[in-house]
């Protein structure tokens, strides 16, 4: 069934209570012009989030929401997803929610492969507790519980869904509806866990991180697009990406055969290639892959499950209680006291 | 208590017991439990009346022969209706040195010993911290002891049926079980027939077993091991059908049985935990019926997958012990704050921290009832006996679906592990548990409001995803009462927290009152909560043999408490509350209602001895 909506469907009376500026209203609208478009009944959407400014997110979706606690909404969306096929079951979590307090939940719901869509808003600080510095924010930053600079190494997320055997990965923009809204086209599509970072601006705490990809005359030099099918050029084409002993590195388009530049592959078996794409920057500092880094195919958790459980109808019949609390054995004793075995 | 009788059996005496305990201990690979309830379930179809209570060691493999390697599991048969699996055993069968040690301060003065004398050299004495051999010094000369070469014996049954190398002696314990049925006289066939089934795929196994157990029944029989043998009439129990269940099965069925009552699919969600890993083994085995289980990566993550089954629709559960509840204790919160229904297991061990990971202890009372963040008075449900996990299972899941509400259902180690005859259920008459999921707008407006509450249950409405028109959003921030919005006003806040408290203390009128047994004009209360239920109503009785009033009393329900309680508790002067922790309902009940009730407490391990109470009893009565 497609359904004609429009944002204003996927919109609650709610008054959106993010900073003025703030990253999470151009995601949201994003999300909601998204939706819209897909034409899906909105009562099967599910959108699950922990704790921080992003996590408000399902408040302002008209959809089920669950505003949960700090760092569990993948294991709360998987317990949705598992035991409701039907529904299309959303995770909206920080950069400390996701890589942080929730850490393991994120790795284990990638590495099942639980048909979520889990979209990390990465600002690289926390927003909600008013400017700590995050996992994802960079070595030296200054921040209120950093006075003298963090000596945290920060996270690579796409790197570490990469390792965690994420089958799809993909990096986008906030300000760039157009892109989010393709990478959620395809996250869409993909059947399994599917993890999306989007880059956040957080105006108050930590404006202008990712100027580099936004900045009118930064992005121009900084932005890699991947796209299925095609070589890895940006920059206006004078720049290339080539692998290297396995190794992505960046070099001058012209200083190599154009045969030798790598074609983006999204759908790759084995994820090294994509990792080595992941590791061309550490941080929205410089030239930094967007688009789908993995895209592959795997038996999904909830699928796999839900097969066991038909299968076990199928062998074995519906449960039947009664014969259940008699698997053990019994013994009958009759008025007469007389017992016999059964 | 004996009463001497000739038998056919030539030569012996057959001495008859209105019970007995009997208790099995070798080294963890002798196979003891195996033998143990080999033994119940011959003595089930005998007709007794049983108890058992297992007790293994924390490691998986000890080292042989070593004291922390030992593992007993313990049985009292009897021709009435007894309540525990007995204080000490009158037979001891010791497998090794080790098992001796450990366990022979426990049998009575004048039991009988069986031990297997193969393994009593240099080595295993020593392994065991004996400095002289038992077998030789004297030390058991208050015991009848039975010496047998099990070792000797069942190399010798086994010759032909092609067992070989370590397999030989895998036997032994089917030995030893043999000789226990002729000394009991207890039935073989059910054995022998048990023995065909559960080794059919390896009939050289079924064989050497087989070979071994009627080995240990005929050296029994030939050599008169003994003058004396021993019986235990059959109990006149009610006529019905029967099983033998341990508190872990009976929990995980009762869960299964709620979900079909309810109409609903089964959700567990949950991380392996001694002793609470038993009931995601056997419900993982259940997938016919639907039941869907998951181990996650951890304990808040198992909580968290049944929060968002319980929002999806399901009868969700999760289960774990103390440590693995620690853990959950964020998420309890949430899920009283969303009002879904949920079902949280705590199967109680030994603590704090890992502490005693096999043991039973009832020490996470006052954790349940109080051990959250903010206001969240969450129902608290206890177990009382291993077949009253089947029932307290289905009300743990009524009351969370009724009243939209997380609930706590208590168990500890000796429930969980320790057995019962269960009388079968009929099935069918086990009531339905109503399941109302929201499917219109219930505003004025034809809006959804999902915070409107049930006029008399003050259960808010539970709409599933899927449903069209009741899209809403549920979180952890304050919600405005009706609407669910968020909101930070004060007052509303003042009203939620007293709404959902009311809702929780509303259910004391949809329980049972607690009753009170036994003597109804005593001037002394026995007052129980969870495992201690059999030998409070046992040392009771025993305190009425010595002609003493005393009445007992049970709670099943510690969140609301029943709403007679306070009654109950002020007809009495005195008020005895023994309990496997410091005193946990002791501050409770007198802090609630006070009154000047008095503890009687133990963290050692183990369940209380029926003869520990009694003593109490007639002290409190002097
Ligand atoms: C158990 C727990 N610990 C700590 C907090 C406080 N807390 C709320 S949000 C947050 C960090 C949020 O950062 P992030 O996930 O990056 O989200 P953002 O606000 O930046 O969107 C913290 C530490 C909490 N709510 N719960
Ligand atoms: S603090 Fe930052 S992330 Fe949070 S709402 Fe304000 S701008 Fe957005
Ligand atoms: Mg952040």
Known sequence: MTLSYTRADFQTDQEVRWCPGCGDYTILASVQQFLARLGRPREQFVFVSGIGCSSRFPYYMNTYGMHSIHGRAPAIATGIAVTRPDLSVWVVTGDGDALSIGGNHLIHALRRNVNIKILLFNNQIYGLTKGQYSPTSELGKTTKSSPFGTIDHPFNPVSLALGAEATFVARTLDMDREHTQMVLQKAYEHEGAAFIEIYQNCNVFNDKAFIQLTGKEERVHNRINLEHGKPIVFDEGKKAVVLRDGQAVIVDSNSVDPGAILVHDETRPDPSVAFALSRLSHGPYGPTPLGVFRNVSRPTYDAEMNRQLEEARAQRGPGDLSKLIRSLGTWTVDEGGEITEG | ?622
Not at chain 2, 342 to 360: A, C, E, F, M
């Open chain 2, 1 to 622: 208590m004996a009463e001497e009788s000739a038998t056919d059996r030539p030569q012996t005496q057959t001495q008859t017991f209105d019970r007995l305990v009997i208790r099995f201990a070798g080294d963890s690979g002798d196979g003891m439990q195996l033998a143990g309830s080999r033994f119940t379930d011959a003595s089930a179809l005998f007709g007794n009346d049983l108890a058992t209570l297992p007790s293994y060691p924390a490691e998986i493999r000890a080292p042989a022969g070593t004291l922390p390697g030992v593992s007993s599991f313990q049985v009292q048969i009897a021709d009435y209706d007894i309540l525990t699996a007995g204080d000490e055993p009158d037979c001891l069968v010791a497998m090794n040195p080790a098992a001796l040690k450990k366990n022979l301060k426990d049998l009575r003065d004048g039991g009988t010993l069986i031990i297997n004398t193969d393994a009593f050299d240099e080595r295993n004495l020593a392994k065991a911290g004996f400095e002289s051999n038992p077998l030789e010094d004297g030390s058991l000369d208050s015991y009848r002891v039975i010496k047998v070469p099990m070792d000797e014996l069942t190399t010798e049954a086994v010759r032909e049926t092609g067992v070989t190398g370590r397999d030989v002696l895998r036997s032994k314990n089917f030995f030893a079980l043999g000789l226990m049925a002729w000394l009991f006289g207890r039935p073989t066939q059910p054995t022998l027939d048990w023995i065909e089934k559960k080794f059919s795929r390896k009939p050289e196994v079924a064989a050497a077993n087989a070979a071994a157990f009627k080995a240990g029944y005929n050296f029994g029989e030939t050599t008169e091991a003994t003058k004396v043998t021993f019986e235990v009439k059959p109990a006149t129990l009610p006529a019905g059908t029967y099983t033998n269940i341990t508190g872990n099965i009976a929990l995980a069925w009762g869960l299964v049985a709620a979900a079909q009552k309810a109409g609903l699919p089964l959700f567990y969600g949950t991380y392996p935990i001694t002793p609470a890993s038993d009931i995601l083994h056997e419900l993982s085995r259940h997938k016919n019926f639907g039941v869907r289980t998951l181990q996650a990566e951890d304990e808040i993550a198992g909580i968290g997958t049944a929060i968002g089954a319980a929002f999806a629709g399901c009868l969700a559960v999760t289960g774990s012990s103390g440590p693995g509840i620690a853990l959950k204790s964020e998420a309890i919160s949430l899920a009283f704050m969303l009002e879904l229904p949920l079902v949280v297991v705590n199967v109680q061990r030994g603590g704090p921290s890992t502490g005693l990971p096999t043991k039973p202890e009832q020490s996470d009372l006052l954790f349940s009832l109080y051990g959250r963040h903010g206001e969240s008075p969450v129902p608290v449900l206890a177990i009382a006996s291993p077949s009253d996990a089947f029932d307290m299972a289905i009300e743990a899941a009524r009351i969370a679906i009724k009243y939209m509400t997380p609930v706590l259902l208590l168990s500890d180690n000796y429930i969980a592990n320790g057995s019962e005859p269960w009388k079968l259920p009929n099935v069918d008459e086990i009531p339905p548990i109503p399941v109302k999921f929201a499917k219109h707008p219930n505003g004025p407006d034809g809006k959804f409001l999902p915070y409107m509450r049930d006029f008399d249950t003050f259960a808010r409405p539970w709409a599933v995803p899927g449903t069209p028109g009741l899209e809403h959003r549920v979180g952890g921030l304050e919600k405005e009462a009706v609407t669910g919005n968020v909101s930070y006003d004060p007052a509303n806040h003042q009203l939620m927290v007293d709404s959902r408290a009311w809702k929780v203390a509303n259910i004391a009128n949809d329980i049972p009152e607690v009753e009170v047994e036994g003597d109804q004009d005593a001037d002394l209360l026995v007052l129980g909560w969870g495992s201690t239920y059999g030998p409070n109503r046992a040392a009771a009785r025993r305190a009425r043999l010595e002609g003493v009033k005393v009445a007992t009393a049970h709670l099943r329900y510690l969140n609301p408490l029943p709403r007679n309680l306070g009654d109950v508790l002020r007809r009495f002067p005195k008020i005895l509350i023994p309990e496997l922790n410091t005193g946990q309902l002791l501050k409770h009940i007198r802090s609630e209602y006070l009154v000047d009730a008095v503890g009687l407490n133990k963290v050692m391990g183990e369940p209380f001895k029926v003869a520990e109470i009694t003593d109490k009893i007639l002290e409190m009565k002097k």
